[in-house]
């Protein structure tokens, strides 16, 4: 892993701005928060997306133009998103609020040595951090920003775009949709998905003799009950990148026999019961797996539009039986995927009407101590090209802090390698994540190595 001192002088920062939209906010205008969007109060969100630029876009005298010109389009982008541009301040109730008073975005320039090629080959997390900046809130709220954008151009081409977020006031799916946002106003075209500010669906036609989902609701309220760790583990990131083949080979291989046939997994059914299962093997399980939560997307079960701007991620534990025989990769995905069959309409609207009933005022952690694996799938990052020639290389995510086993993102893939194709982001302890590497179980794969301990 690099140093700080191997890291001195890779990336200068030049100037941090406030960039605030071109049209005025109407006065007195507040945006509110829901239970979900709540249940994300202590963590955070940064993405890094590479850009390679042409050789023929940044000549001698070129550099900083296009840091220029992006800052321009966020700017006229920002009309869309008051509740981004806003600040934080308490209600009658001391929660949280958003008063849309346009006080704006920071802003990061920075530039790094090489190009964006020779980062990549050697990148790891430390000096990807050094791409997004984040600052966390202190006692003056109501003067930080609870977005920040960095632009980091590379002296011999190329170009970094980072951002990072409050969980409070967005999850991925919305943050990936305010980049898309951006590249369309870059390319000149209408925003193809328009942000949607509005509380969760609070209604449904109830299902006669309905049972609340309690295993969904418990798992929220342990999380909500157990006290948050004051002291936090050291981790190390790996991202690994599975093409269209790979996936394939691993959905075949987590096939089981259902009463009526083969059973195939998604994507992310296999890959997250892959990594469970190994990582299970690595920590000491060799006949059984580690606790461990899944956490989905809900969007499309709860009937809202993918412009949804806010928190429609759902966390759910998923249960093993103890000692395990025969293939226990099988087993695992079998287990995730009989969970996720079971987060419904109706079970996730149980967990919001109890949420709303049983909200404590305290701020809780619900991602962890469980091994956590998210499905990041959803939306594709790689839609968010901002010229014909400035096209995203790859896109790395990190959702912060992680506590307890340990996380597992599981994104979409370059265009390039397939439909099928994906990256899996993995957060570990620094020895842990070395043995991850000789894991039989994902090496049979031979997955391509983005990022190494």
């Given amino acids: 892993m690099a140093t700080n001192n191997d890291n001195n002088n890779i990336v200068s920062y030049i100037c941090k701005r406030t960039v605030v939209s071109t049209k005025p906010i109407e006065p007195g205008k507040y945006m509110t928060f829901?239970?979900?969007?709540?249940?994300?109060?202590?963590?955070?969100?940064?993405?890094?997306?590479?850009?390679?630029?042409?050789?023929?876009?940044?000549?001698?005298?070129?550099?900083?133009?296009?840091?220029?010109?992006?800052?321009?389009?966020?700017?006229?982008?920002?009309?869309?998103?008051p509740m981004v541009t806003g600040r934080l301040v308490r209600d009658s109730e001391e929660k949280w609020k958003v008063k849309c008073n346009d006080?704006?975005?920071?802003?990061?320039?920075?530039?790094?040595?090489?190009?964006?090629?020779?980062?990549?080959?050697?990148?790891?997390?430390?000096?990807?951090?050094?791409?997004?900046?984040?600052?966390?809130?202190?006692?003056?709220?109501?003067?930080?920003?609870?977005?920040?954008v960095q632009i980091t151009e590379f002296e011999e081409g190329g170009l970094a775009i980072g951002l990072s977020c409050f969980h409070l006031l967005a999850d991925y799916t919305s943050a990936t949709n305010f980049l898309k946002a951006w590249s369309d106003i870059s390319l000149g075209n209408k925003i193809t998905v328009l942000p949607l500010f509005h509380p969760l669906p609070s209604t449904r036609k109830r299902i006669s003799n309905h049972h609340p989902y309690f295993e969904l609701i418990n798992h929220y309220k342990s999380s909500i009950e157990r006290p948050i760790p004051i002291k936090e583990e050291k981790y190390t990131i790996i991202s690994l990148g599975f093409s269209h083949q790979m996936v394939n080979a691993c959905i075949s291989k987590a096939q089981f026999n259902g009463p009526s046939g083969p059973i195939t997994m998604t994507p992310f059914e296999a890959l997250a019961g892959l990594f469970w299962a190994s990582i299970s093997n690595i920590?000491?399980?060799?006949?059984?797996?580690?606790?461990?939560?899944?956490?989905?997307?809900?969007?499309?079960?709860?009937?809202?539009?993918?412009?949804?701007?806010?928190?429609?991620?759902?966390?759910?534990?998923?249960?093993?039986?103890?000692?395990?025989?025969?293939?226990?990769?099988?087993?695992?995905?079998?287990?995730?995927?009989?969970?996720?069959?079971?987060?419904?309409?109706?079970?996730?609207?149980?967990?919001?009407?109890?949420?709303?009933?049983?909200?404590?005022?305290?701020?809780?952690?619900?991602?962890?101590?469980?091994?956590i694996c998210v499905s990041l799938e959803n939306v594709d990052p790689y839609l968010s090209?901002?010229?014909?020639?400035l096209k995203p290389l790859r896109v790395s995510c990190y959702i912060e802090p992680v506590l307890g086993e340990g996380q597992v993102l599981i994104l979409p893939g370059t265009p390039e390698e397939g439909p099928l194709s994906r990256v899996v982001m993995v957060t570990l302890k620094e020895d842990e994540a070395i043995k991850l590497f000789e894991d039989d179980l994902i090496s049979q794969f031979s997955p391509t190595i983005f990022m190494k301990c």
């Fill in 385 to 389: 090209v901002f010229q014909d020639w």
């Fill in 103 to 148: 006080a704006g975005v920071r802003v990061v320039e920075a530039k790094a040595k090489g190009s964006v090629e020779e980062w990549l080959k050697n990148v790891d997390s430390e000096k990807e951090h050094m791409l997004v900046y984040w600052e966390d809130m202190y006692h003056k709220p109501y003067y930080w920003s609870t977005f920040y």
């Fill in 283 to 371: 920590k000491g399980l060799q006949n059984g797996l580690i606790d461990m939560s899944i956490c989905l997307d809900a969007r499309k079960v709860l009937g809202l539009d993918y412009g949804f701007f806010g928190n429609t991620m759902i966390y759910n534990k998923v249960h093993s039986n103890g000692n395990l025989e025969g293939n226990i990769f099988v087993q695992a995905t079998r287990y995730i995927g009989e969970v996720v069959a079971k987060m419904d309409n109706e079970g996730i609207m149980d967990l919001i009407e109890w949420l709303e009933k049983n909200e404590m005022n305290s701020p809780k952690m619900i991602n962890g101590p469980d091994l």
């Fill in 34 to 81: 829901s239970v979900l969007d709540r249940c994300m109060e202590k963590n955070h969100i940064r993405m890094v997306y590479y850009y390679q630029s042409s050789s023929t876009s940044l000549g001698e005298g070129e550099f900083g133009k296009m840091t220029k010109n992006l800052k321009e389009t966020l700017s006229e982008m920002l009309n869309y998103y």
